[in-house]
């Protein structure tokens, strides 16, 4: 037997977990030391009721070591009878699991025994923290612990021992399904806190896991600290998930229509027993930082200069649903850098959130949808790519009387662009309401330093559900910027159906020439935006899993100043079929027609190419090809050609990735455009390499090498972390820019050394 730890060695930093699964056949305890406990002399309260999970109370916890061995499991119910969600929609799980869960006065605690037939054949996945746990073997549970079906914290596990949360929001749905800007394809680390589930959110807790013949097991421990819940229940809303990689298998303890998933919390079941405390629990975590920095493109930096400086953030629970966070001189050295984009758009790019200060709790402050997010975090301490110093704010954010409650406020300094010093304050409110209903209000103020610089922005939104196929969203805004008056409002109405066999959707949204949401992403103002999508699903007898024909179509109809009402911006009719096999390896096929119209001449960034004024449609060729990603060797590839803009493009992209167990990882990035236009021809390129080696889940080495010629650089970044607790620990951080072409040269060079920790000073 081998056992995985996602811990350091000591025992003394496996303190904290999460809420899982339990219970199938009963047999004697002493057969093997993962099998699950017998109950028939156990003193257990027998098998619950179906959807109803009970935790048992417990003065001698378990330990954390993922061996659920510990005499103490059998006196929990065990949870058992998963129900696939794939491929047999409602069909008893090809495999056995069982759960149990304990609670003690510190920590929920749960034990899985995830039985499989073929051991051998377990996908372990990457060693490293939030790894993309549907590329592996996984067991995933979320409690809803303010049983409102919207909201909920997400703990999860791999066979190699990783952590896994996160915190879902107005049940994943986010900002609603968005066509119009182009998805960006950003996978693992890269995903943000954007929309309905915040994968980079990082709680306090513990996992460990184990595996021999029988299959794989894990235990977990989520102290009461980590989650945030209110007085008025005692009852939360509780569901499992366990994917068995090797058949692309998802199992439900609480049973989810294929149409849905497990964020989906109105199909969860019930978790009783808990009696969580009331009391209040205070952490600061500290930060001391060293770095060494030179700018090559500031000829007045002769030589590296070096720095020192600390800060810190501080979290309090104000109850046990509000949480009031502080930060001092907030530095952010430790996180992942983006992955670069190619953009031959007259728009902007959206990059997501992943500092850490703006995690919590970040889906209460969501109001929008992809194409008009009315606040987005990552305005504030950032300018032109650039950091902006945060000298310090505090947010406070939860439940409170049945509200979710949030205000932030940021004072951020002058940067070396002259930036000016800023004030940023945002307030929002909102109330759940039965079956996926919701209404609230937002507030966002940026006030400058110099009189007269200010940015506010107020909107007021809601959601309806009708039954559980159909949901209705909505919101009406409006800001307010000096020298900007009238056509300043938004609105936007979306209607979204989806069953097993259909899924549709519709939009209708209107941004005025001067709405103007500073601390928001609009990549575009002054049009109204049409959208309506609609998918079959068939489920073939044999060969696919599934083919998914689709059709969808968006167009922008300008409402500008200077252009012809209605003009059409830009537009895209989508012809395409998905064809997925069992494995998950898939096909899409399609064509799309595409309509742009420039009421001003465009040039293309990174070119000398300038586009004149002008309607210019055509039709473009669309191929997307995917292996099995859980394999060693997995290929993601996409072709384009066709039609662009005066003239045609051609472009492909493809991602390479190869693993060697758990503890090695590559992966090469390609874009390659080229570019055939009237106006000039050019080519685009970006290729990017991650390399990975993990030692354990929480002491890693990874690298990150990007080379673009639109903006003529190649960039390297190395981090070494070594991880304690929600994301706490050592750091060691290496950057280079170096120019390629025009920029010939270095243009910088960094080198980072931070060390930060979670210390309770309050509770625990």
């Not at 964020?263 to 405390?277: H, I, K, M, N, S």
Request: aromatic fraction near 12%; glycine fraction near 12%; charged fraction near 20%.
């Amino acid at each position: 037997m081998t056992m995985t730890r996602s811990s350091f060695p000591s025992r003394g930093f496996l303190s904290l977990a999460s809420v899982l699964l339990a219970a199938l056949p009963l047999c004697p305890i002493g057969a093997r030391a993962q099998q699950a406990p017998n109950n028939a002399n156990g003193g257990s309260p027998g098998t619950p009721a179906p959807g109803v999970a009970i935790a048992a109370r417990t003065d001698a916890p378990p330990v954390i070591d993922g061996v659920p061995d510990d005499a103490v499991w059998r006196t929990a119910a065990p949870l058992a009878d998963f129900t696939q969600r794939e491929p047999a929609d409602g069909q008893p799980a090809s495999e056995p699991t069982e759960l149990r869960i304990l609670f003690d006065r510190d920590a929920v605690y749960v034990a899985v025994w995830a039985y499989d037939s073929q051991a051998s054949a377990i996908v372990p996945g990457e060693s490293i923290r939030d790894y993309e746990v549907t590329d592996a073997d996984a067991v995933i549970m979320v409690l809803d612990t303010y049983n409102d079906q919207q909201n909920g914290f997400v703990f999860g596990t791999t066979p190699a021992g990783i952590e896994y949360d996160g915190q879902v929001a107005s049940q994943g749905s986010g900002g609603g399904f968005f066509l119009g800007g182009g998805m960006n394809n950003q996978r693992r680390f890269q995903r943000g806190a954007g929309g309905g589930f915040n994968k980079n959110w990082d709680g306090s807790w513990t996992v460990a896991t184990s595996r021999d013949a029988e299959g794989w097991y894990a235990e977990f421990r989520i102290p009461f600290s980590t989650l945030r819940y209110g007085s008025e229940t005692d009852t939360w809303g509780f569901n499992v998930s366990r994917r068995i990689r090797r058949l692309n298998e998802e199992d439900f303890w609480a049973a989810v229509p294929r149409e849905f998933g497990l964020y989906r919390l109105d199909f969860a079941g019930q978790l009783t027993g808990v009696e969580p405390p009331f009391r209040r629990a205070a952490t600061v975590t500290p930060y001391v930082l060293g770095s060494s920095i030179r700018d090559y493109t500031d000829a007045s930096q002769t030589s590296f200069g070096q720095q020192a400086e600390f800060g810190g953030e501080a979290k309090l629970q104000v109850t046990q649903g509000l949480t009031l966070d502080m930060t001092v001189n907030t530095d952010f050295a430790q996180v992942e850098v983006d992955d670069q984009q190619v953009n031959l758009t007259r728009f902007s790019l959206l990059f997501p959130e992943k500092r850490p200060f703006f995690l919590e709790n970040a889906g209460f402050f969501t109001v929008g949808a992809g194409g008009a997010d009315l606040f987005f975090s990552r305005r504030i301490g950032i300018s032109g790519g650039q950091p902006v110093p945060i000298t310090g704010g505090g947010r406070l954010s939860g439940r409170v009387a049945g509200l979710n409650v949030g205000l932030l406020h940021i004072q951020t300094g002058a940067n070396e662009l002259a930036d000016p010093e800023d004030a940023y304050s945002v307030a929002r409110i909102a109330r759940e309401l039965p079956n996926r209903s919701r209404v609230g209000g937002l507030f966002v103020n940026r006030a400058g330093s110099v009189a007269g610089d200010y940015n506010r922005t107020y909107a007021i939104d809601g959601s309806v559900g009708f039954g559980d196929q159909l949901t209705l969203t909505s919101f009406v805004a409006r800001t307010e910027t000096p020298d900007l008056e009238g056509a300043d409002a938004a609105w936007n109405v979306t209607a979204a159906w989806s069953s097993s066999r259909f899924t549709a959707n519709a939009t209708v949204r209107e941004i005025g020439e001067n709405f103007n949401p500073e601390v928001g992403f609009l990549p575009r103002n002054g049009h109204r935006y049409l959208q309506l999508f609609g998918m079959w699903t068939h489920r073939p007898a044999s060969m696919f899993r599934e083919i998914r024909p689709h059709v969808s179509y968006f167009t922008y109809r300008t409402r500008r100043t200077g252009v012809e009402r209605g003009y059409n911006e830009s537009a895209r009719w989508h012809v395409d079929s998905h064809w997925q096999w069992h494995s998950g390896m898939e096909l899409h096929t399609g064509a799309n027609y595409i309509t742009e119209g420039l009421y001003e001449s465009f040039a293309i960034p990174g070119t000398e190419v300038v586009v004149p004024t002008g309607t210019y449609a055509g039709w473009e060729s669309q191929v997307v090809f995917f292996t099995d990603q859980s394999r060693p060797v997995a290929l993601n590839t996409r072709f384009n050609w066709g039609s662009f803009l005066s003239g045609s493009k051609r472009t492909t992209t493809a991602d390479l990735t190869l693993r060697r167990g758990a503890r090695t990882s590559a992966g090469l990035r390609l874009s390659y455009n080229d570019v055939m236009l009237p106006e000039g021809e050019f080519t685009a390129t970006l290729a990017g390499i991650n390399l990975g080696y993990f030692f354990t889940p929480r002491i890693y080495l990874q690298s990150l090498i990007q080379y673009s010629d639109q903006i003529d650089t190649w960039s390297a970044n190395v981090r070494f972390g070594w991880l304690n607790t929600a994301g706490t620990g050592l750091f060691i951080v290496y950057n280079e820019v170096q120019g390629i072409e025009a920029l010939t040269g270095p243009l910088g060079r960094s080198v980072y050394l931070k060390f930060t920790r979670q210390l309770n000073v309050l509770g625990g």
